[in-house]
């Protein structure tokens, strides 16, 4: 049982590049998220999905986009990265959205955009 | 809406003294309550979670959190403080739908020798 996997662990990017963050759960959880969190700050969620097919916005969606096809998989991808999304980024899952549910965190991704 | 509020960016205590981190909320109605530990380059791992049980809560690795209503905190403590505790620590409100959270900024511990 690995939990929320997430890769790569590090990545460096050029301005205008483009790349997809990888996450995979293996708990059979029905929601996911993805997280920034920028030096000094608290977690901001990005997207989030409550189920296969189904995703939504959370409080910075701009320049991300993301997918769910599966319930295992939920990657999110950068078009044209700015400076601006440098940061390092985190998958959780949950398997309900109540809030009373503990999310659980995959390891990061940390991202340089230069 | 809800909010949360560490009260302190950064806090040094030495091994085997108490810990007290402070997290102040703001929910229109009943919130759920988290305390998040980070340690440097690691994910983010839950020590403890309020969900309108007891107002007392205990976590891993000895730490407790006393929700209170009438001062709207969630203050994290742990009697002695070790080394291995010298991390980030994020107070968390749980948002209504979606099961969305809000984070404070973090209160990064540090445990002297």
């Known amino acids: 049982n690995a939990g929320v996997t997430q890769t790569p662990k590090f990545r460096i990017l050029k301005i205008g590049q483009s790349m997809t963050l990888q996450c995979t759960q293996d708990?059979?959880?029905?929601?996911m998220y993805w997280y920034r969190q920028d030096p000094g700050m608290g977690l901001k969620l990005i997207y989030y999905?409550?189920?296969?097919?189904?995703?939504d916005k959370g409080e910075v969606p701009n320049g991300y986009n993301v997918s769910r096809s599966t319930t295992e998989d939920f990657p999110l991808r950068l078009e044209l990265a700015a400076p601006s999304q440098t940061s390092v980024y985190f998958c959780?899952?949950?398997?309900?959205?109540?809030?009373?549910?503990?999310?659980?965190f995959g390891p990061g991704t940390r991202l340089t955009v230069l | 809406a809800q909010s949360v509020t560490q009260l302190d960016s950064h806090v040094s205590v030495s091994e085997g003294t108490p810990v007290l981190l402070r997290c102040n909320y703001s929910?229109?109605?009943?919130?759920?309550l988290f305390w998040y530990v980070q340690h440097p380059n690691k994910g983010l791992q839950l020590l403890l979670k309020?969900?309108?049980?007891?107002?007392l809560v205990k976590g891993i690795n000895g730490f407790e959190a006393e929700f209170k209503k009438s001062e709207t905190s969630f203050h994290l403590t742990k009697p002695s403080a070790h080394m291995s505790d010298a991390a980030e620590y994020f107070c968390?409100?749980?948002?209504?739908?979606?099961?969305?959270?809000?984070f404070g900024q973090g209160t990064e511990l540090s445990v002297k020798p």
């Open positions: 959780a899952s949950s398997y309900a959205g109540a809030p009373t549910d503990t999310q659980y």
């Open positions: 708990m059979n959880h029905n929601y």
């Open positions: 999905s409550v189920g296969a097919g189904i995703t």
């Open positions: 929910s229109s109605y009943s919130p759920s």
């Open positions: 309020y969900t309108s049980a007891a107002t």
């Open positions: 968390v409100v749980s948002g209504n739908q979606g099961g969305k959270l809000i």
